[in-house]
């Protein structure tokens, strides 16, 4: 379920990261890695600091292996 889908180019955790959504990330997280990118390429870090996520940004930044994009606003 953590995966795209026909109706949207986001994964879930992407869109949780993007909006801040703490708990649904670290379920996601959890789950599926932080190896998932939206339909831009952009990884659930990106997303999350694009969106002004502080909280998530740091969640996400503080795990073991996360990516950073090149285009990336923490680049």
Known sequence: MADRSESTPW???SWAA???WEDCVK???KEK???Q???NGRS???SAAGGGQ???TMLLFEEPGIQV???TPLS
Do not use: C, E, Q, R
């Open 11 to 13: 994964t879930p955790l």
């Open 18 to 20: 993007a909006n801040g």
């Open 27 to 29: 379920m996601l997280f």
């Open 33 to 35: 890695g932080t190896t």
């Open 37 to 39: 990118h939206n339909h």
């Open 44 to 46: 659930a870090l990106s």
């Open 54 to 56: 502080a909280i998530v």
């Open 69 to 71: 994009d090149k285009a």
